[in-house]
């Protein structure tokens, strides 16, 4: 069945740097689009990032422009976001989703926290 | 660019029924059939309950319903169940030179 793991979560100190992975199985993963989503403690879900199937677009909030990288290995079927210039704003538990055509996404993982406190 | 704006919170009874609103702008909800809705319970990673402004995926009860009319988009749950209590969230795709994707604020859904 469709499985998106996530992994790479932590506790890092403001200004440091953080990288993400999210493991796909049980779906083509190289035809489609990926999304990072992330929710802070006790707040909405809030989209972080996306990038095309072949990688070669990308889109990011204007919250992390700038500071996130998202990049995929679909030899690997593993999609990452690399975190640069971490701030505390950014603590929150991050979900990776493959999305369908119609900008929506049907299957979620369990997330990984990331916190950054000093 | 702007979240998508939702209620804080709605309440109903079992066996009502009740609607969430999703107001957006004609660059986001307004301008494409991209709206959905996902459905979360404390602890629990996001559900989708619907997609696409009204197709329910499978497995979904179809006491779920969504339509969309301007530049807002409504989730309808009818015949209320204590297993309906949760935060529902509404997305669109965004036309935004930036981003590509919002979510609304989020709506928590009391079943009384």
Known sequence: ?118 | QSALTQPASVSGSPGQSITISCAGTSSDVGGYDFVSWYQQHPGKAPKLVIYEVSNRPSGVSHRFSGSKSGDTASLTISGLQAEDEADYYCSSYTSSSISRVLFGGGTKLTVL
């Open chain 1, 1 to 118: 069945q469709v499985q998106v793991v996530e992994s790479g979560g932590g506790v890092v100190q403001p200004g440091r740097s953080l990288r993400l992975s999210c493991a796909a199985s049980g779906f083509s993963f190289s035809g489609y689009a990926m999304h990072w989503v992330r929710q802070a403690p006790g707040k909405g879900l809030e989209w972080v990032a996306v990038i095309s199937y072949d990688g070669s677009n990308k889109y990011y909030a204007d919250s992390v422009k700038g500071r996130f990288i998202i990049s995929r290995d679909n030899s690997k079927n593993t999609l990452y976001l690399q975190m640069n210039g971490l701030r505390a704003e950014d603590t929150a538990l991050y979900y990776c989703a493959p999305y369908s055509s119609g900008w929506y996404g049907d299957y979620w993982g369990q997330g990984t926290l990331v916190t950054v406190s000093s």
